[in-house]
């Protein structure tokens, strides 16, 4: 098993789609009647002013919220009252805006964590440990490592993860998602609080995901990096739709400056 | 395995060896069962509550279940004393998962009073169900396990105090290996990352609902161990050994001993069972002794001896900082 | 069976009352502080015995043992809140402050062992045997009419302070948000400390009007706190009009259990009915209510 799959030529069916999704909390209608559809090996961009509703829409794609109303598939798979771990063996990943690193383990330790559904050993062999389970101990360490190097984080494999600067500790949660090995990679908000050659690394990253045929969402406030790296973007405001295209149409549209602007 | 680890086990195997031929009045050989029986709850509650993260308050009840359960079959079914131990822990271990399974989806203070009142009921239908239980006139004249006669040997009976410790801190040894070992599995793993946080462990795969009733399961079982043991020990059995102060207790020894070790609760139980020893003539004060512990260990050192043990020694933490699968090999 | 069941309606009120003022406290304290004082039991117990000695030690009158009982709750909850919240909430761990409350609760029931031996005491107040009769053959002690006269005045004062004085909205302001309510020029600390006063003033009262009618030992506490829990529960953690229903609810239960059908189930059936509405409305990981910023 490699470390980042390369996804077999993608049939002409969209990787996902979402019909009429409802979420409200109390009065708030966080997301309201919002369908969208996601193409494969694409990288697909949701963007909006704060509250828009973009992190709820995240979450409840992810399995975190159920939704009031609307349906959800992903490769066909309805995700109606799938919990979000299984949405995860279903090649489902996320990251998340507060970083939820392990704090008081290694950073090894954390990638090793999110390993968890690719371990293969005989069930008695937990206790009384043999041969399978030496082998799958080294081939974790080895995935382990090559997704940290993937992140440039492997000369920190033995530090505490809260001892990492910002920076950093985003990109550990990238390779914790990515440890999973998905096919949909949702990322809430991957470039806040990095600087600018951070970001630049973490664009090449992204579009190197694309290319081996992932795709990914994410939902970035950062004009730049969704400018230059997504194929197409969603713009929501007060929970809902307000324009889909490519870069360069929602740029120019008049509704979407304006909600940006605040009229 | 690390062969520090091995060096590690034969040490406690031989201090077991040993005791017995320091302390060779009963009294005293007793007092050394009942602490092995302690460790065995505290390592147990210490699978649920250190490394899985829930705050299980009920522990005393599976002790109890265990405790009931296989003395009844014993005197009342007459089944033979190893199988009803079997049936002792794997219906303790069946009703923690019972009450996690109901528990699951509650925040950590409700769950904490769930299991808090769940431990209520089982000690008030201990208490009331008297023709079961005989209620708080209790259960008297109960057998230690029966003798062992091996071919070519002299017979192993469980009445002499030195033999009932080899057979229960052997156990207690051997509960530690088992549980030692899951810990340094994936499942350590998985329930670390529940304890550490759920959110993000769903995110990988990880079932968490299903690892925290895996959970209560193992360590109410053990408990239910523990409970037999004490019951075929101390030869009479009342419900209010049971009460939910044996829950604060052993939380107490393993929030003293370090609850993120499997060995810090092991070091704490045998430090509260032996100190009220020591203080003796100061008997009420054990219990004033384990509330000023737990308060003084949470606010000033909450990672109990464990933490203090790596201040002292600062090469621990480089160790501890990796994960269970970093062995030096 | 008529004015056995009225009779028992009436005792129902009078622990429920009880129950509730216990209960508000813990409700109080949840809903600012998201926490539990374990320890709340025995701020209850030692209002008890305090009111006790005033009484019996000091000499003094009964009443004005009720007012001493509520100034020793409020210094025991501001040194509790002082000592173990207020420290440990730079932490932010969930579970370590309820652990803590564990340990105050087991060394203060076990100190107070020491020092008033397990033997209960009997503690009567001089209107514990002056009894009124009521129409239909029933009766009730002054002392249960003094019980639900303070209660209701207690409980309506608390619901008018939390309704209409600034403190009052302040306190809910920071059980709802707690950083806004800072943002905003209310100081969150004082506001949580002032709750704990209230809170364990509240228990300190309950318990010398306890005292009286139960079976005083150090752990009188630890028999209401129980069923305090399962008030709060049931009511709702933070909602002060569903404790009051809860409350008065587990003290007519307690009270036809034990006259109907059985005085040693009434724990069993009160706590299976805990365990059912836990059943039935579960909170979820991300309490759905106070959306969490994921």
């Known amino acids: 098993m490699t470390v980042l799959p390369e996804i077999a030529a993608a049939p002409a069916e969209p990787l996902f789609r979402a019909e009429g999704l409802h979420k409200r909390f109390g009065g708030v209608h966080a997301v309201r009647d919002l369908s969208l559809t996601i193409s494969r090996a694409a990288i697909f961009a949701i963007i909006g002013p704060n509250g828009a509703g973009k992190s709820t829409l995240l979450n409840l794609m992810s399995g975190l919220y159920a939704p009031d109303a609307g349906r959800m598939t992903f490769d066909g798979r309805d995700l109606s009252a799938m919990p979000a771990h299984r949405r995860a063996r279903l090649g489902l990943a996320r990251t998340f805006q507060k970083i939820r690193l392990f704090r008081h383990l290694s950073v090894l330790a954390n990638v090793l964590a999110a390993l968890h559904i690719h371990h293969a050993i005989p069930a008695w062999q937990y206790v009384f440990n043999g041969r399978a389970f030496a082998r799958d101990h080294a081939r974790a360490r080895e995935q382990a490592m090559k997704l940290l190097a993937f992140v440039g984080l492997e000369q920190r494999a033995a530090a505490l993860a809260a001892s990492l600067p910002y920076g950093e500790q985003r990109m550990l949660e990238l390779a914790r998602a990515l440890a999973t090995a998905p096919r949909l990679l949702l990322v809430d908000e991957p470039a806040a609080g990095l600087n600018a050659a951070e970001v630049e690394r973490l664009i090449e990253r992204i579009r190197l995901l694309r290319e081996r045929g992932m795709t990914v969402i994410v939902v970035e406030h950062n004009m730049d990096l969704v400018m230059e790296i997504a194929d197409r973007v969603l713009v929501m405001d007060y929970g809902q739709y307000l324009f889909e295209g490519i870069p360069a149409e929602v740029q120019a549209n008049p509704a979407v400056i304006a909600a940006y602007l605040g009229a | ?329 | 069976m008529l004015a056995v069941a009225v009779q028992q309606a009436i005792n129902g009120v009078v622990f429920g009352s009880l129950y509730v003022l216990v209960a508000l406290g813990l409700t109080l304290i949840y809903g600012v502080l998201v926490q539990i004082n374990f320890a709340h039991a025995d701020i209850v117990t030692i209002g008890a015995f305090a009111a006790y000695f005033f009484t019996y030690t000091l000499g003094g009158n009964y009443v004005a043992s009720i007012g001493v009982a509520l100034l020793i709750g409020a210094a025991l909850g501001w040194l509790i809140n002082a000592s173990i919240f207020a420290p440990l909430r730079e932490r932010g761990s969930e579970l370590l402050p309820l652990i803590a409350t564990i340990g105050v609760s087991v060394l203060l029931q076990n100190a107070m062992l020491l020092w008033f031996g397990p033997i209960p005491y009997s503690f009567d107040s001089p209107y514990s045997n002056q009894v009124i009769r009521l129409p239909g053959g029933t009766f009730i002690t002054l002392q249960n009419l003094i019980i639900i006269a303070v209660s209701t005045v207690t409980i309506a004062l608390l619901y008018g302070f939390m309704r209409f004085t600034f403190m009052g909205k302040a306190l809910r302001a920071v059980a709802q948000d707690r950083e806004t309510a800072g943002l905003m020029g209310i100081n969150p600390n004082a506001v949580i400390m002032l709750t704990f006063v209230i809170a364990s003033a509240l228990a300190g009262m309950g318990g010398a009007m306890l005292g009286p009618i139960l079976v005083l030992t150090p752990f009188a506490g630890t028999s209401v706190i129980v069923k305090a829990f399962a008030i709060v529960i049931i009511g709702g953690f933070g909602n002060v009009e569903g404790t009051v229903i809860a409350g008065l609810l587990v003290g007519l239960i307690e009270s036809y259990t034990t006259q109907f059908i059985n005085p040693g189930l009434t724990d069993i059936v009160v706590f299976t009915l805990l365990l059912a509405v836990l059943a039935l409305r579960p909170t979820g990981l991300i309490a759905e209510k106070r959306e969490e910023n994921v």
Request: aromatic share 10%.
């Open chain 2, 1 to 329: 395995m690390y062969s520090g680890r091995r060096v590690g086990y034969l040490i406690a195997a031989a201090v077991i060896a040993l005791l017995p031929l320091i302390f060779q009045d009963s009294y005293w050989r007793t007092n050394l069962t009942v602490c092995a029986i302690t460790v065995m709850l505290a390592i147990g509650l210490d699978f649920i509550l250190g490394y899985a993260g829930q705050l299980n308050l009920g522990h005393c009840a599976f002790y109890g279940i265990g405790a009931y359960a296989s003395t009844l079959l014993i005197t009342r079914l007459g089944v033979p004393f190893w199988i009803a131990f079997a049936c002792a822990i794997a219906l303790a271990g069946a009703a923690g998962m019972a009450l996690a399974m109901f528990a699951v989806r509650l925040r950590g203070h409700y769950l904490a009073i769930a299991s808090l009142a769940f431990a209520v009921i089982v000690h008030q239908v201990l208490l009331n169900w008297i023709s079961l239980t005989q209620g708080p006139l209790g259960i008297y004249g109960i057998r230690p396990p029966p003798p062992i006669a091996l071919p070519g040997l002299p017979v192993i009976s469980f009445a002499n105090a030195g033999n009932m410790f080899y057979l229960v801190a052997g156990f207690a040894l051997l509960f530690y290996f088992l549980l030692d070992q899951i810990l340094r599995s994936p499942i350590g793993e998985a329930l670390t990352a529940i304890r550490e946080d759920e959110v993000s462990a769903a995110s990988f795969g990880i079932n968490c609902a299903g690892w925290k009733v895996f959970a209560f399961g193992i360590g109410s079982a053990v408990a239910g161990a523990a409970g037999a043991f004490y019951a075929s020990l101390v030869g009479t059995l009342v419900p209010d050994a049971f009460i939910i102060t044996e829950s604060f207790t052993i939380l107490a020894m393993v929030i003293v001993g370090g609850m993120a070790t499997l060995l810090g609760p092991v070091c704490g139980a045998i430090l509260l069972t032996v100190l009220p020893e020591l203080l003796r003539g100061f008997g009420d004060l054990r219990l004033v002794l384990y509330g000023a512990a737990l308060t003084l260990v949470v606010l000033f050192m909450p990672g109990g001896m464990a933490q203090a043990a790596r201040l002292i020694r600062p090469r621990l933490p480089g160790v501890r900082a990796k994960l269970l699968h970093d062995r030096a090999a």
